[in-house]
T-cell receptor, first 111, second 115 residues
Framework: DAKTTQPNSMESNEEEPVHLPCNHSTISGTDYIHWYRQLPSQGPEYVIHGLTSNVNNRMASLAIAEDRKSSTLILHRATLRDAAVYYCILRGPSNTGKLIFGQGTTLQVKP | EAEVAQSPRYKITEKSQAVAFWCDPI?????LYWYRQILGQGPELLVQ????????DSQLPKDRFSAERLKGVDSTLKIQPAELGDSAMYLC?????????????FGPGTRLLVL
């Protein structure tokens, strides 16, 4: 499975946009980019995923570089509830389904 | 909204004792996963079930860990005997089907402390 690299931690101010980067230089053509987040004392939860085009949902946006070697999760207006560990995970369609988590990025949101 | 249920939420046990964790996935979800998360790290898959069959247990320490999903619904993960290094969060997740694009839904986890 291809590897992802994320910063260990980031800080943001409440109500400001947050851009969480992820590098995946060895991504294969069929790998999807998935993001999960884990709030304190909870299990991870799905955020968003994409293949090539940018994606939007009610939680966030995903911007994917043209060469697909990096992507950025965008939280448009961070709230205190968005403080969590964010994981960028590559998944191929032939994968049995397991999620391979890295260290993730710990996002701190300041009021 | 349907959720994955896990119990107990917290468990303290002594070294060499047996412990068991229970998971009830979202109704209709065929695939069930058990992950272990050591403090400060991301979760790591222990075992994956498709219905009642094990799909992947390559990372399950089989000398002391066992998992079952007898009727293809709820599941139990057991550790016997527990060791100090087993202290961790045990997370259960489920998905509608197996495959690399299926969204996984996680339960709240069971936090185990082995003394």
């Amino acid at each position: 499975d291809a590897k992802t690299t994320q910063p260990n931690s980031m800080e943001s101010n409440e109500e400001e946009p947050v851009h969480l980067p992820c590098n995946h230089s060895t991504i294969s053509g069929t790998d999807y980019i998935h993001w999960y987040r884990q709030l304190p004392s909870q299990g991870p939860e799905y955020v968003i995923h994409g293949l090539t085009s940018n994606v939007n949902n009610r939680m966030a946006s995903l911007a994917i570089a043209e060469d697909r070697k990096s992507s950025t999760l965008i939280l448009h207006r961070a709230t205190l509830r968005d403080a969590a560990v964010y994981y960028c995970i590559l998944r191929g369609p032939s994968n049995t389904g397991k999620l391979i988590f890295g260290q993730g990025t710990t996002l701190q949101v300041k009021p | 909204e349907a959720e994955v249920a896990q119990s107990p939420r917290y468990k303290i046990t002594e070294k060499s004792q047996a412990v068991a964790f229970w998971c009830d996935p979202i109704s209709g979800h065929a695939t069930l996963y058990w992950y272990r998360q050591i403090l400060g790290q991301g979760p790591e898959l222990l075992v994956q079930f498709q219905d009642e069959s094990v799909v992947d247990d390559s990372q399950l320490p089989k000398d002391r860990f066992s998992a079952e999903r007898l009727k293809g619904v709820d599941s139990t993960l057991k550790i016997q005997p527990a060791e100090l290094g087993d202290s961790a969060m045990y997370l259960c997740a489920s998905s509608l089907e197996w495959g690399g694009l299926e969204t996984q839904y996680f339960g709240p986890g069971t936090r185990l402390l082995v003394l």
